[in-house]
């Protein structure tokens, strides 16, 4: 094994304690998460001081559809980064319209949306009837909750009920 496939191993060990850590202990509070996904993403810098010297990873574009604070898309954000995803935040409150032709424009792996009303069904079908096909559709926030079945309606490939599962969903993404 080369040098690099041993750093990147060590490295995917080391995000894999963490999540094993948070589902032992449950997730931390919002600015220990935080921090620990800082030091995590400081730590993958240091190793890998090159985007060509890591193993290829997603692009990843990142919405709200109604939620205006987007407490959890700071964390996802931080999240990819610190494993070291491309990422593209376009916002909160993003008209379909906008998301769609974003992803038109240029294709992501991945696009994570955040649905907290279940008003907002009509627009997350949207989106994903019309999304490219390579595009991965992972969305969260509490209408998934409320309703377990809406993922299923309008389209959405997965949903993550916190960072933890979209780490472990980003350590087995192969683009």
Same mark, same amino acid.
């Given at each position: %094994?080369?040098?690099?496939?041993?750093?990147?191993?060590?490295?995917?060990?080391?995000?894999?304690?963490?999540?094993?850590?948070?589902?032992?202990?449950?997730?931390? $509070?919002?600015?220990? =998460?935080?921090?620990?996904?800082?030091?995590?993403?400081?730590?993958?810098?240091?190793?890998?001081?090159?985007?060509?010297? =890591?193993?290829? %990873?997603? &692009?990843?574009?990142?919405? &709200?559809?109604?939620?205006?604070?987007?407490?959890?898309?700071?964390?996802?954000?931080?999240?990819?980064?610190?494993?070291?995803?491309?990422?593209?935040? =376009?916002?909160?409150?993003?008209?379909?319209?906008?998301?769609?032709?974003?992803?038109?424009?240029?294709?992501?792996?991945?696009?994570?949306? &955040?649905?907290?009303?279940?008003?907002?069904? $009509?627009?997350? /079908?949207?989106?994903?009837?019309?999304? $490219?096909?390579?595009? /991965?559709?992972?969305?969260?926030?509490?209408?998934?909750?409320?309703?377990?079945?809406?993922?299923?309606?309008?389209?959405?490939?997965?949903? %993550?009920?916190?960072?933890?599962?979209?780490?472990?969903?980003?350590?087995?993404?192969? $683009?």
């Amino acid at each position: %094994m080369d040098a690099r496939a041993e750093s990147w191993s060590a490295f995917r060990r080391e995000v894999e304690d963490l999540l094993a850590a948070w589902r032992r202990e449950g997730l931390p $509070p919002r600015w220990a =998460l935080l921090r620990q996904l800082k030091e995590l993403k400081a730590h993958r810098e240091a190793i890998f001081r090159t985007a060509s010297s =890591l193993p290829a %990873m997603p &692009t990843v574009l990142l919405a &709200t559809l109604d939620d205006g604070w987007g407490h959890g898309l700071d964390v996802i954000e931080l999240a990819a980064r610190a494993v070291g995803a491309s990422v593209r935040r =376009l916002g909160l409150l993003v008209p379909p319209e906008e998301i769609l032709a974003a992803c038109t424009a240029d294709p992501p792996h991945i696009l994570g949306l &955040t649905v907290l009303h279940n008003d907002s069904e $009509p627009a997350l /079908t949207q989106i994903c009837s019309e999304l $490219p096909s390579q595009t /991965t559709v992972l969305a969260g926030g509490t209408a998934f909750s409320l309703d377990p079945d809406l993922a299923r309606r309008a389209g959405v490939h997965k949903v %993550m009920r916190h960072a933890a599962d979209f780490l472990a969903f980003l350590l087995t993404y192969e $683009p």
